[in-house]
């Protein structure tokens, strides 16, 4: 008899989301670059955390200031890329609006309260805020100026990140590529 047959994920390994190439670019307004399910952590036994990322255009001066957005929903659904029923059919959407002034706007998933217990969605945010810091200059972006920022729940969890002081964010699962991960 033979053991459990391999997953797919040991078939075929990714690479680990501290190393792994940037997705292209989706189109969007003039001036403003927007990446989408962008993985910033893995956790074992739960899903990839992603975030997208709204970006000045490429040219512009400098590194840009960072806004960290949570979404709302009570802690139990949301998306995080909705700020909620007002602004849904803004066109262009409120983060391409924040990114064509300078601003880049990074919206992360956290795992909610039917997947993991608090701290976790905590520990999340402070993991992409790690993921943003080591990936900065590839990105353009100065997380030595950033904002958190939230709607509802998500502007509870953005208070507890600024003022709750916690453990470093968890650390990343080993790198299927081979690789180890930058610290």
């Excluded at 992409?128 to 080591?134: I, S, V």
């Amino acid at each position: 008899m033979t053991g459990a047959a391999p997953t797919l994920r040991e078939l075929i390994p990714a690479p680990h989301p501290d190393v792994a190439p940037l997705p292209p670019a989706a189109p969007c307004e003039a001036g403003v670059r927007v990446l989408r399910g962008v993985p910033y952590g893995e956790l074992a036994g739960s899903r990839p955390l992603e975030l997208d990322l709204w970006l000045p255009a490429a040219d512009g001066p400098g590194s840009a200031p960072l806004v960290l957005f949570a979404h709302g929903g009570a802690w139990r659904r949301g998306r995080r890329d909705d700020m909620g029923m007002r602004t849904r059919d803004w066109e262009p959407g409120p983060f391409a609006r924040l990114a064509a002034a300078g601003l880049a706007v990074a919206c992360a998933d956290y795992r909610l309260s039917g997947e993991a217990v608090f701290p976790a969605p905590l520990d999340d945010l402070r993991a992409a805020l790690r993921w943003l810091a080591l990936r900065s200059a590839e990105l353009g972006i100065d997380t030595g100026r950033t904002v958190v920022w939230g709607e509802s729940a998500g502007g509870h969890l953005a208070s507890l990140l600024a003022l709750a002081p916690g453990p470093a964010a968890p650390a990343p699962s080993a790198p299927s590529s081979g690789t180890a991960p930058a610290t």
